[in-house]
């Protein structure tokens, strides 16, 4: 895949948190690196699914591309433009491309905000700023037309967010992040909130939306069957890197990374008899926080199939086979 | 697990009062549970799942919430009529609860050993040192290594996944014959939850201790339990051994459910089936079926009249009119 292709493009992201000084650490300051090296690249039209357990970074990863954080290093480049450098204002313009959705529709949205308002606010803003000049009739109509399109009665328009259900809630949440006309939308765990039966009406009207508009979605979850059904493309983190990437059927068919393989055999599968059936890869212990990792392969001292360099030397993500990529010695040299 | 019922809960009614009217958040739940049996609940948020396990050791907070009837049998005597004295007995000593949150579950201020210690000597009468000893015992059975070091440490130097199982072994610490786990592992990452599930499930077979799982994930039940109810709008709308419940669902919202739910052994190429419509306002619920508005089958008779529970056989209940005689011809 060349770079022109790709809607966005990241190269070698890194996030870096200060934990602040310590006497331990000589006086010096310590760091985590939440996000450490990572690129991904998605094409137009397509999913990329992000999946991980807590604390590897996913969402960091999702701010960092927006920069809602700044980077500490690499690039982010969306249709053709390098985000990462540009000053305030031309970034505001370029993010009328990418918008977010979040977890939790009950933070996410302003209480004292009306539904419509909520929707209308990008407009209004875009419009202010001259970006995309609109009249108050047009935010009208566009809003109502948002609020048609993902299933809500344009009629609760000056509803107030605690009069929805979470599910419509989303509804709400996706409405505003459609409002710009955006090409990528970053959705951060946008089900994991939801219960089961509104969880399928949002996956379906997220898979409706690409198809009539196009759209590309960076999808974070942490529900390997949801992150299957929704992506084309699925990136496995774990402590801030991705150990795997590769097209979703073929990660689930042939899962290569022994943490892709115990995550897999951890979901459970709504089928006793499978269930009764199926062998889990044990995985040992909890995962390591970020502030332990050593110089060798962040996955060692869980891994069913470790080996001596694991400890010392750390792998590099690379094919194994055509489009699948994989950090793991077991695979590679 | 065996035939002996150790638990009956019987025509459950929990009732809370809202500012909008009574909200019948269990409205006349039924259900035995035998010994060493898992038997898991399993219904989306406001179903009453919780509310129905905190009933049984009269743990609703009242008012606004009270139990308006319905018994609770368990060792011959109905636990809804103790005296608070006599169910602190109970409470963490013969039937011991697990919560979702093992954070919010245990004390931060104090040392697991304080934690642990004071609970098995208030129900168990053994003095500091025996009861010390019990408590590292539980925690090695729960999992915890090094136990004689770390029961001396304080909840958040433990993960997620170990607080959890400290709080396995607190409850297990005064042998419990009934252990109810409500999400134990929701807050958990996937990983973790198997190790968690494994353990209570072993746990369950070495012990023959009883357990009551309450989740929303239908996968978590289809592994762990002998029996599952399905619970909607405060009442249990099938029920049945897991294997049959699973082969031949038999209420809409139960088929829904399953279809829903997106797996990871069928292709993805299909589009997910997806139940129209939200859970009703717990404030009002009529006469008529709660899951109607959202059902593809709806009849006459659903609007009017609830269904009640119609034995398909081998202990399989589904209230439903689709399954009622005479109603079943009209809609196959």
């Not at chain 1, 609020?147 to 929805?164: A, Q, T």
Request: aromatic share 6%; charged share 20%.
């Amino acid at each position: 895949m060349s770079g022109d292709q790709n809607l966005l493009e990241v190269t070698n992201l890194a996030v870096r948190f200060t934990l602040g000084t310590t006497a331990l650490a000589g006086g010096g300051k310590r760091y985590v690196n939440a996000v450490d090296g990572v690129s991904l690249s998605i094409p137009k039209g397509e999913t990329l699914g992000l999946v991980g357990e807590s604390g590897c970074g996913k969402s960091t990863t999702a701010r960092a591309i927006a920069q809602l954080i700044k980077p500490f290093s690499g690039s982010v480049r969306l249709k053709g433009q390098e985000l990462t450098t540009l000053g305030k204002v031309e970034l505001v313009a370029a993010r009328r491309h990418l918008q977010l959705v979040f977890q939790d529709p009950f933070a996410s949205l302003n209480p004292r905000m009306s539904c419509g308002g909520i929707i209308a606010e990008p407009l209004r803003i875009y419009s202010h700023k001259g970006i995309i000049p609109m009249n108050s009739k047009e935010i009208v109509d566009r809003t109502i037309q948002l609020m048609d399109r993902v299933g809500l009665s344009p009629s609760f328009r000056n509803r107030f967010p605690h009069e929805f259900s979470g599910g419509q809630r989303q509804r709400i949440g996706i409405a505003r992040a459609l409002a710009l006309n955006p090409e990528l939308i970053l959705c951060d765990e946008p089900v994991s909130a939801l219960d089961v039966s509104i969880q399928a009406q949002i996956l379906n009207l997220f898979r409706d939306l690409q198809d009539e508009l196009g759209l590309s979605y960076l999808f974070i979850a942490h529900d390997l069957a949801v992150i299957e059904y929704i992506s084309t493309r699925v990136a496995v983190m774990y402590l801030g890197r991705i150990v795997e990437n590769s097209l979703s059927a073929e990660l689930y068919l042939h899962p290569l990374h022994p943490y892709t393989q115990a995550l897999l055999s951890s979901v459970p599968i709504p089928d006793p008899a499978i269930e009764r059936a199926r062998k889990r890869v044990r995985m040992e212990g909890d995962v390591p926080s970020l502030t332990q990792a050593d110089q060798g392969c962040p996955f060692h001292d869980r891994c069913p199939g470790r080996m001596a360099r694991c400890r010392t030397e750390r792998p590099k993500l690379r094919e194994a086979s055509p489009g699948h990529e994989v950090a793991c010695f077991l695979y590679h040299n | 697990m065996t035939d002996e019922t150790i638990l009956s809960v019987k025509e459950l009614r929990t009732w809370f009062h809202g500012a909008e009217g009574i909200v019948k958040a269990v409205d006349g739940i039924s259900f035995d549970l035998h010994r060493g049996e898992i038997l898991g609940i399993v219904g989306e948020s406001g179903s009453g799942k919780s509310v129905t396990n905190l009933s049984i050791l009269k743990l609703i907070q009242s008012p606004p919430g009270y139990i308006e009837s319905g018994e609770v049998l368990y060792g011959g005597q109905d636990l809804l009529k103790l005296s608070a004295e006599e169910l602190r007995r109970v409470r963490g000593g013969r039937i011991a609860m697990i919560f979702q949150d093992p954070m919010t579950s245990l004390n931060p201020y104090l040392r697991i050993s304080a934690q642990m210690i004071e609970t098995i000597r208030l129900h168990q009468g053994l003095d500091r040192k025996a009861a010390r000893i019990k408590a590292i015992d539980t925690l090695r059975l729960a999992g915890i290594l090094m136990a004689e070091k770390r029961i001396d440490q304080y909840p958040h130097q433990f993960s997620g996944g170990m607080q959890q199982r400290v709080m396995i072994a607190l409850a297990l610490s005064c042998d419990p014959e009934i252990l109810i786990a409500d999400e134990p592992t929701s807050a958990l990452d996937v990983t973790i939850q198997a190790q968690i599930l494994d353990l209570i499930k072993d746990l369950n077979a070495r012990l023959g201790m009883a357990v009551i799982l309450i989740s929303h994930s239908l996968g978590v039940v289809a592994g762990m339990c002998d029996t599952i109810c399905v619970m909607y709008a405060g009442r249990i709308i099938e029920r049945g051994p897991t294997d049959g419940l699973f082969e031949n669902a038999s209420h809409p919202y139960t088929q829904g459910l399953i279809k829903a739910v997106p797996r990871l052994d069928k292709k993805s190429g299909e589009r997910l089936f997806s139940i129209p419509g939200q859970p009703p306002n717990p404030v009002g619920l009529g006469d008529s079926c709660a899951f109607h508005p959202r059902c593809d089958r709806t009849m006459d008779i659903c609007r009017r009249q609830r269904p009640d529970p119609v034995d398909l056989g081998t202990g399989h209940f589904v209230s439903c009119w689709l399954h009622q005689e005479g109603h079943r011809e009209v809609h196959p």
